[in-house]
């Protein structure tokens, strides 16, 4: 009896102390993460230069795992399919959690909660580069492009100045960014969607295994803030929403 006592107390003590964390199933997306404490802020940090044709620039993140948030690098993916975007993970406090939406590829940008990225990505939408005729052509003014390795590149500096929002923060919601999403951002949402590939998953994992990724141990300053591609296999995923 001593012995069945002292194992409910450990219980109740662990179930106490133990954060908050449970998943949910987020519509048409996959699998969300909810958590009682706000992600860090986003590190600054500079953009490798594209690789070469076809690969989308898909920034850095940060994730949950085992010991807190862990900071996934910003890197280039070379597109699933012809014409597919990339709409980014992002974190929003819903119901007195943060929970994380994961990223997907799509023909339309979608809703990633209004948080500046950077490089393109400054809230809505996509303006680091767009498809045409089958071809990515990279915009020069906000994307890190060595010209005598990619050629479908063009010039818009008029992106740039529309740009309002200037932070680094990483959630959207009470206390971050309070936008909502625009009808087009919804019908985006609605698209036939592609989940990160099984390479984007395993670039996940190794910054997960990496302890100086941890904001507990970098204190928002992880150490790989950015790669210039995933050299592992890729397998994608279709998924519809409706």
């Known amino acids: 009896m001593k012995k069945i006592i ?59 795992g085992d010991d807190g948030y862990f900071w996934v690098p910003g890197v280039w993916v070379a597109a699933p399919e012809p014409n597919y975007y990339w709409t980014p993970a992002y974190w929003g406090y819903e119901n007195n959690y943060y929970r994380f939406h994961r990223g997907y590829w799509g023909p339309h940008i979608g809703f990633y909660g209004g948080i500046n990225y950077g490089f393109g990505y400054f809230g809505n939408g996509y303006v680091g580069g767009e498809w045409y005729g089958g071809h990515f052509r990279y915009n020069t003014a906000v994307t890190r492009v060595n010209i005598r390795v990619v050629h479908n590149t063009y010039v818009n500096r008029t992106v740039i100045n529309n740009v309002r929002i200037n932070n680094r923060i990483s959630f959207n919601g009470r206390g971050g960014v309070n936008v909502r999403p625009r009808p087009e951002e919804r019908n985006a949402m609605r698209e036939r969607h592609i989940q990160e590939t099984r390479a984007q998953a395993r670039h996940q994992q190794e910054a997960r295994r990496d302890r100086n990724q941890y904001a507990s141990v970098n204190h928002g300053r992880p150490s790989n803030t950015a790669s210039a591609r995933i050299t592992t296999g890729v397998m994608q995923i279709a998924i519809t929403t409706g």
């Open 6 to 64: 002292q194992a409910l107390i450990f219980f109740v003590v662990a179930t106490v102390a133990a954060p908050k964390i449970h998943a949910q199933e987020e519509v048409g997306v996959g699998v969300g993460v909810d958590i009682s404490t706000p992600p860090p802020e986003l590190p600054d940090y500079e953009q490798p230069e594209c690789p070469g044709d076809g690969y989308i620039w898909t920034p850095g993140y940060w994730a949950y």
